[in-house]
């Protein structure tokens, strides 16, 4: 069948195509999206890739966490610190006149610094793992709405990661202890390829010490996917909150187990 053409004569393609109907390369890191989903009814609400123009700064550490990853420590040149009002949010990063993508804050809101898990792969992703303190990189203001853990309050506090998710998740859970009362018991659910990969080593003996659940699934393992440990440990939803950073899928099954009792934060 052929694709309709426009009055000009050319080829209508889909949104995103060049022109032509020729696709778009799609970039290395896709831009995040943030929700929450409370109950039966819940608004979405979807948050633009697109903010402020990005501010120059210098890397101030660069610390390798598990294998391939490392974490930036940024100087705050821009002020961007009072944007940085909830865990989850992320920033358009990229080395100074390189692509930028989106990347998720590992920092947690009252630090005095921002910080981010980068995966050396593709670009900006290659170039950032590999920058030395000292180096220029662009960053724009924290954007998006965070997670609202607000709608865990008062509930035990189940908290999912795959890969890299477990950098806004590390802000989550950070957040959540410099407020423990508000929350319930708090378990961590991590899902990564082997121990080789984790990103968050150093801070599993604190979390342990302060009574955090931590359960790390891998990949390599035969064991499933950390979504139906998940599910096959926690029977009952209807006293718990999920906040779930990663992988699409990993919401996808715990909507459906939450099956609208309790609320599923997500930051995919």
Known sequence: MMRPRTRRGGVR????DRPGGRPMARPPNRAYTFWILAAPGSKIVAVPALGPAPMKTKVLEAMPLGEGQTRLVLEDTGGYLASHVQPGQYCMLGMAKGPASPFALM?????????????D???????????QPG???????????????????????????????????RAALTSMLQDRG???????????????????????PAWIEAGISVRLHFSDSCEGYVQDRVTAELADPSTRAYVVAGHRGVADV?????????????NL
């Open 121 to 131: 792969q593709g670009e900006p992703g290659q170039s950032l793992a590999a920058a």
């Open 13 to 16: 393609g889909r949104p995103g």
């Open 182 to 204: 508000t929350y319930g018991a708090i378990s961590l659910y991590y899902g990564l390829r082997n121990r080789s990969h984790c990103a968050v080593e150093e801070e599993l």
């Open 107 to 119: 920092s947690t809101p009252n630090e005095a610094s921002l910080s981010f898990l980068i995966r």
């Open 254 to 266: 715990l909507r459906a187990h939450a099956n609208g009792q309790g609320p599923v934060v997500e």
């Open 135 to 169: 180096d220029e990189v662009e960053v724009g203001s924290p954007q998006g709405p965070g997670f609202d853990l607000a709608a865990c309050a008062g509930r035990d506090v189940v908290l999912v990661a795959t890969g890299t998710g477990i950098a806004p998740i």
